[in-house]
T-cell receptor
Framework: GNSVTQMEGPVTLSEEAFLTINCTYT??????LFWYVQYPGEGLQLLLK?????DKGSNKGFEATYRKETTSFHLEKGSVQVSDSAVYFC????????????FGKGTKLTVNP | DAGVIQSPRHEVTEMGQEVTLRCKPI?????LFWYRQTMMRGLELLIY????????DSGMPEDRFSAKMPNASFSTLKIQPSEPRDSAVYFC???????????FGQGTRLTVV
């Protein structure tokens, strides 16, 4: 089945630094790809998604491009804020037509003032 | 909509006791998921329902775990008897297929002592 591999954290940055969190996938076909974020003490919430190859998802200053050539969906932000401190999860359906998601192990980001 | 509602938010119980976690999905969503999150294993899908019917329970760790969805607006996850290794945060999520975006509740933090 489909799977994702996510860079291990933790990642610690200073405010206004550039962020990249790597995610690569193995998939049959071109399933939708997702980034979820989990703030401390909360559940996961969708950050952005891309539904087909070459799509770019964006939200709250974060971006990720669905790249079939490199089977990647890296999360980027040009200037992080303290409020971006959270755990970030890459996800995709385990197989075509599946309505459930499988998640990467998560990457914890801490942004210091 | 209030989102996915889980109760209780925190549960502390003694080993051997029965524990029941509750979930109310978003109205109109007909897929419901139970996940478990631990530091060691990350986010694991335990079971998911579609139209109140269990579709995939392959993630349920053992017979001590059971889940029900008696109607479209309520689901329970029961652990009997509970063990210390069951300590984790349990999340419920719902979605409306074919959209695979899942909406998560805030979770129940279970501690078994």
């Amino acid at each position: 089945g489909n799977s994702v591999t996510q860079m291990e954290g933790p990642v610690t940055l200073s405010e206004e630094a550039f962020l990249t969190i790597n995610c690569t996938y193995t998939a049959t076909g071109y399933p939708s790809l997702f980034w979820y974020v989990q703030y401390p003490g909360e559940g996961l919430q969708l950050l952005l998604k891309a539904t087909k190859a070459d799509d770019k998802g964006s939200n709250k200053g974060f971006e990720a491009t669905y790249r079939k050539e490199t089977t990647s969906f890296h999360l980027e932000k040009g200037s992080v804020q303290v409020s971006d401190s959270a755990v970030y999860f890459c996800a995709l359906p385990p197989r075509g037509g599946s309505e459930k998601l499988v998640f990467g192990k998560g990457t914890k980001l801490t942004v210091n003032p | 909509d209030a989102g996915v509602i889980q109760s209780p938010r925190h549960e502390v119980t003694e080993m051997g006791q029965e524990v029941t976690l509750r979930c109310k999905p978003i109205s109109g969503h007909n897929s419901l998921f139970w996940y478990r999150q631990t530091m060691m294993r990350g986010l694991e899908l335990l079971i998911y329902f579609n139209n109140n019917v269990p579709i995939d329970d392959s993630g349920m760790p053992e017979d001590r775990f059971s889940a029900k969805m008696p109607n479209a607006s309520f689901s329970t996850l029961k652990i009997q008897p509970s063990e210390p290794r069951d300590s984790a945060v349990y999340f419920c999520a719902s979605s409306l297929p074919p959209n695979t975006e899942a909406f998560f509740g805030q979770g129940t933090r279970l501690t078994v002592v």
